[in-house]
């Protein structure tokens, strides 16, 4: 009898143990849900912003092809010189599941959202790295650029408030060179925003699963 007291007694303290572990993972998992929402709608106003890039990089490189009476210097300006500097860079939350990580948490949960989560981390990381490498090259070669086709003259006049006689307003007259190079940067830069557009699409594709993947494994809406 008393050998049957204390296995009951045991088996009463497992289940115990493994409701609060349950318990715990739910909680987990609802934050998690979170932080994945709140990259979703962060992911989609990048999209958008990536969208309104490669519309300003196309008319840009449409006016290029244009002779040089026939540019439009206003286009040229707004869409081939200050949009380059347009971007809206993803910043995944990745706090709650650091935490996990740290803490051991993750043991709760089982293997196949484990290595979910790990897919989604790995994906954020090489997000954030190539966020890094863009502002590098935003400030090693476009802003560079950018400074020297700008014509000072026209706007330093515009700040003295006198009278400006160029033929070119907002961009000195680029020599067949420059022209060039500023078509490659666009491009350039338009395929790095298009790279940018894969890697969201894909984090967005990935949190979407995992959320309905944590909602149905803890019963949660």
Known sequence: M???????GFLAENQREHYIEDQRAKKFASSLIEDMQ??????????????????SADMALSELKKPRSLQNDTILQVKGLY????????DPQMGNYE????SG???YFKHDLINML????????????????YFDFLDGIITPFIINILN??????????????GESI??????????????????????????QMEGIEWQEKWALALIDELRETYHLK
């Open 38 to 55: 709140g990259d979703t709608s962060e992911i989609h106003l990048n999209k958008r912003t990536i969208e309104g890039f490669l519309q």
């Open 83 to 90: 949009g380059l500097l347009e971007f809206n860079f993803f």
């Open 118 to 133: 790990t897919r989604y981390e790995s994906n954020a990381n090489r997000l954030l790295l190539q966020k890094n490498e």
């Open 99 to 102: 935490q996990m990580k740290n």
């Open 170 to 195: 907002f961009i000195t007259e680029p020599d067949r060179a420059t022209l060039n190079k500023w078509k490659n940067l666009i491009l350039t830069t338009r395929r790095r925003q298009e790279i």
């Open 152 to 165: 000072t003259d026209f706007t330093d006049a515009v700040k003295r408030k006198e009278p400006y006689n």
């Open 2 to 8: 008393l050998f049957l007291a204390v296995f009951c």
């Open 105 to 107: 948490a993750l043991r």
